[in-house]
């Protein structure tokens, strides 16, 4: 078994990545088969002048992939699942097994700076047991930028109207007059955001990424440029009433799949009537930008349990509704908008952690 163990690590450490650039990001692509102890062990060089990656892993249905470590150029293990786990805060969704799993990195200002060589990561190819599982292939992108400035940078998003949504005037309207004002947030964070607008003529429910529609959700993911997030509308989020939007990852894979897009309802934006008013045109502008910073690799800096919170230093804990609301009411990532009778306040605000998060994933180049 020793011996076999070996063959099938070198066997997996000896397959070729193929090299290519596309809109400024250098990419390496290939097809990995998990080795004997149900992993991938990938090895990539690091360029000089290179500031961040950002790998996803998507294996066969119906397993899913985890991260398990990333290993600098000096052979200094800086990312560690039972570290991240024990820590109980969310920094990565590679740190959940997932059908389509991405880790960006680095994350935050504290993980450092890429340093040119040889830099590692193992994946965990997990089954529907919860257990390590050999002879599984998945499909592997990692995507490189060089942007040594992490205060000003470019996002791109297409705009994908499927169904009947794209021949609704008022959804039309609303979603233009929502898309110039999420281009002002992320100018507010450093960010232009450029938006083409698209359509799709499917009449099957939309469903969110990961769950359903992965078929479609792939196929739009495949006709967006690469590093160009696809935003769906949809008239609704199927199986989700009452949801707004979802995002496909925190961050979102840089390859075509069922997770690499993010959904809004129409619906369930404009009031359930398809009649937006301009406070509802507020809130879809600020869902937009909401879950493009999921897309790019933000979490929420508490979720609505109120025990479970983001990894950055300057969002600090909070524990109750009311505590939440008085710290993070006007925070973009907040995970509801806080509402009155008469009207919601606006949610415009990022620390400059979260900021930084942003503008060190690869969606910012």
Same mark, same amino acid.
């Given at each position: ?33 998990? &080795? ?33 470590? !990333?290993? $600098?150029? $000096?052979?200094?293990? /800086? ?11 969310? *920094? ?11 880790? &960006? ?30 002879? =599984? ?9 060089? $942007? ?23 959804? !039309? ?5 929502? !898309? ?11 960010? &232009? *955001?450029? !938006? ?29 440029? =690469?590093?160009? /997030? ?10 989700? @009433? ?8 925190? @961050? ?50 508490? #979720? ?8 950055? $230093? ?16 006007? &925070? ?13 306040? @606006?949610?415009? #605000? ?6 930084? =998060? ?8």
């Amino acid at each position: 078994m020793r011996h076999l163990w070996l063959l099938a690590m070198v066997a997996g450490c000896g397959q070729d990545w193929t090299e290519s650039e596309s809109s400024g990001l250098r990419l390496l692509d290939t097809t990995r088969t998990s &080795n004997l102890n149900g992993q991938h062990r990938l090895a990539f060089d690091v360029l000089e002048g290179e500031t961040a990656f950002l790998v996803t892993i998507d294996p066969e249905a119906p397993q899913r992939a985890v991260f398990l470590d !990333v290993t $600098d150029s $000096d052979k200094q293990t /800086v990312f560690d699942i039972d570290v991240v786990s024990e820590a109980q805060r969310r *920094l990565t969704g590679g740190q959940f097994t997932l059908s389509t799993v991405s880790l &960006n990195w680095p994350i935050r200002e504290q993980d450092g700076a890429l340093t040119a060589g040889q830099w590692r990561t193992d994946v965990g190819i997990i089954d529907a047991e919860d257990l390590f599982d050999a002879g =599984v292939d998945s499909t592997i992108r990692v995507a490189f930028k060089q $942007d040594s400035d992490f205060t000003a940078g470019d996002v791109r998003a297409r705009v994908v109207f499927v169904g009947s949504v794209g021949e609704d005037e008022e959804v !039309v309207r609303a979603t233009e007059a929502a !898309v110039a004002q999420w281009q002002g947030l992320y100018a507010n964070f450093g960010l &232009n *955001l450029t !938006v083409r607008f698209d359509t799709n003529a499917s009449t099957e429910p939309v469903g969110a990424p990961g769950e359903s529609s992965g078929e479609l959700f792939e196929l739009l993911s495949s006709e967006s440029d =690469v590093g160009e /997030v696809t935003v769906v509308i949809a008239e609704r989020i199927a199986d989700n @009433p009452g949801i707004q939007g979802f995002a496909g990852g925190v @961050p979102g894979p840089i390859l075509p799949s069922d997770r690499s897009v993010m959904v809004l309802s129409a619906i369930d934006n404009g009031g359930g009537d398809l009649l937006f008013s301009e406070q509802e045109i507020v809130l879809l502008a600020e869902t937009m930008a909401h879950e493009v910073g999921h897309f790019i690799g933000l979490f929420h800096p508490v #979720e609505l349990t109120f025990d479970t919170w983001d990894a950055l $230093d300057d969002t600090p804990e909070c524990d109750t509704q009311a505590s939440c609301e008085a710290a993070y009411s006007r &925070n973009l990532m907040y995970p509801v908008p806080v509402c009155s009778r008469t009207a919601c306040t @606006p949610q415009t #605000e990022m620390t400059p952690a979260q900021r930084g =998060v942003m503008h060190r994933s690869v969606w910012a180049n």
